[in-house]
């Protein structure tokens, strides 16, 4: 069973011209903390099968955050806490949990090795504004240019497989007769990012999304 968690909460602000901002301070949290609890909660423990999937938000927050879940697993208040849980919460992270990045940056990217690259899934989030319809093939490139085939083709559509258990073959008809092609993504530089026309777009667009 696949736990799927979506970013957004409700929250309201107002109507002043920080209400968005805060907003967007704290949605990403209350997404992110069925983690711990699950984790600590000893869920995984129990349930060895069970997947969380963390979806619709960024991805930066992964690599620091487990080190902080770790560094208070072996702290002395939580000598109860160990009783019951015989692994590091980023070994079961390594082991239960995915997250799906909308839409993955290029310095997400490379951190996909402190997170996992079996553990990173890239979303698209159409037809959401902080997607990159419908230059998602000039944002594939750049996030993923230069990526070893490997990698890239997990974080493309091999983890959501994994995660989800969808239907290999199923999608691999779809993909080819959609594309783009892998070679098309990974070996395709672009040489500054992408331009965009005038077109009002979400703050992740303008302040994250080709970083």
């Given at each position: 069973?696949?736990?799927?968690?979506?970013?957004?909460?409700?929250?309201?602000?107002?109507?002043?011209?920080?209400?968005?901002?805060?907003?967007?301070?704290?949605?990403?949290?209350?997404?992110?903390?069925?983690?711990?609890?699950?984790?600590?909660?000893?869920?995984?423990?129990?349930?060895?099968?069970?997947?969380?999937?963390?979806?619709?938000?960024?991805?930066?927050?992964?690599?620091?955050?487990?080190?902080?879940?770790?560094?208070?697993?072996?702290?002395?208040?939580?000598?109860?806490?160990?009783?019951?849980?015989?692994?590091?919460?980023?070994?079961?992270?390594?082991?239960?949990?995915?997250?799906?990045?909308?839409?993955?940056?290029?310095?997400?990217?490379?951190?996909?090795?402190?997170?996992?690259?079996?553990?990173?899934?890239?979303?698209?989030?159409?037809?959401?504004?902080?997607?990159?319809?419908?230059?998602?093939?000039?944002?594939?490139?750049?996030?993923?240019?230069?990526?070893?085939?490997?990698?890239?083709?997990?974080?493309?559509?091999?983890?959501?497989?994994?995660?989800?258990?969808?239907?290999?073959?199923?999608?691999?008809?779809?993909?080819?007769?959609?594309g783009p092609t892998l070679p098309q993504?990974?070996?395709?530089?672009?040489?500054?990012?992408?331009?965009?026309?005038?077109?009002?777009?979400?703050?992740?667009?303008?302040?994250?999304?080709?970083?």
């Amino acid at each position: 069973m696949v736990v799927n968690v979506h970013g957004g909460s409700i929250l309201h602000y107002g109507s002043g011209p920080e209400a968005i901002a805060l907003v967007f301070c704290e949605t990403d949290f209350f997404t992110r903390r069925a983690l711990w609890f699950l984790i600590f909660a000893g869920v995984f423990e129990r349930f060895p099968r069970l997947r969380l999937a963390i979806t619709e938000q960024r991805a930066h927050w992964v690599p620091p955050m487990l080190e902080e879940l770790d560094s208070i697993y072996r702290s002395a208040r939580s000598a109860e806490v160990r009783k019951h849980l015989p692994r590091l919460p980023s070994e079961y992270f390594a082991s239960n949990c995915f997250v799906g990045a909308s839409f993955m940056s290029r310095p997400e990217c490379a951190l996909r090795h402190r997170m996992g690259v079996d553990r990173l899934m890239w979303g698209s989030d159409y037809p959401h504004s902080e997607g990159v319809w419908p230059w998602v093939n000039e944002g594939l490139r750049w996030t993923f240019n230069g990526v070893a085939k490997p990698e890239a083709e997990r974080m493309l559509g091999g983890n959501a497989i994994d995660c989800y258990g969808f239907d290999t073959a199923h999608l691999r008809h779809k993909a080819d007769r959609i594309g783009p092609t892998l070679p098309q993504i990974v070996d395709s530089p672009l040489s500054a990012p992408p331009v965009a026309p005038k077109v009002e777009f979400s703050w992740a667009f303008r302040s994250h999304a080709w970083d």
